[in-house]
């Protein structure tokens, strides 16, 4: 099954290195390319492609605001969005993360990794480039006074699979580790999101690593 993606950034260049690098995947299919975020909210709903790429910096409407209009809470029908920029401020990726993103990549990361976030985002799951997930770790791990209450809410088996998610593990990744079925890891999942009120993967990380589920 072919993604549909949307482009937006401001350079010209960066639209086309995009397009060329997704192009050229044959499961993955460039649906447009815009340079600002008034034409991104226009043709994402025009369209509605399963990937969003966009960029932070943008005239008319910037790249926060564009996901939070796409994605974010109380979107009746979200998107799935992911932001490449050359800004890693952190208060950047929290924000994103907080308006429903999906993945966030440094435009420096390379064609590999902003393939493989098309296809995660796709797919539901969410890629952040390494080195600010290490800072996003560090910045959610608990001191050391052990876990929080909030464990409670999870079953056991739940929270061996949310320790993996943390991790940086897919789900069938999830499913070999752990000897479950494909399935029975989804499950699982639904069931954590609904507990804990996480929308994707990379707020059930989060949540693992501020609760002390997972510390190292």
């Known amino acids: 099954m072919t993604v549909r993606v949307l482009i937006a950034d401001d350079q010209e260049m960066v639209r086309v290195g995009f397009r060329m690098i997704l192009d050229n995947q044959p499961d993955i299919e460039v649906v447009a390319d815009v340079p600002d975020g008034v034409a991104a909210l226009t043709k994402a709903r025009e369209l509605r492609p399963d990937v969003c ?11 926060l605001e564009v996901t939070r209009q796409l994605a974010g809470p109380g979107v009746a029908e979200p ?19 907080e308006n429903g993103a999906c993945g966030f990549l440094l435009k420096d990361a390379g064609p590999a990794l902003l393939v493989e976030a098309v296809r995660a985002a796709a797919a539901g799951n ?12 560090q910045h959610f791990t608990r001191p050391a006074d052990g876990p929080g209450p909030e464990l409670e809410l999870l079953t056991q ?60």
Not at 53 to 63: E, H, K, S, Y
Not at 79 to 97: C, N, P, Q
Not at 132 to 137: D, F, S
Request: glycine share 6%.
């Open 53 to 63: 790429l966009l960029d932070i910096r943008m005239p008319g409407v910037d790249g």
């Open 79 to 97: 998107m799935k969005v992911v932001v490449v920029t050359t800004f890693d401020l952190d208060e950047y990726v929290y924000a994103v993360l």
């Open 126 to 137: 969410a890629l952040i480039s390494p080195q600010i997930t290490l800072r996003m770790l």
């Open 157 to 216: 088996r739940e929270q061996d699979v949310v320790r993996e998610v943390a991790r940086g593990l897919t789900n069938t990744e999830i499913a070999g580790a752990l000897f479950l079925s494909l399935s029975t890891v989804k499950t699982h999942l639904a069931s954590v999101q609904n507990k804990i009120g996480a929308r994707n993967r990379v707020e059930i990380a989060s949540w693992a690593w501020r609760t002390g589920l997972v510390t190292a």
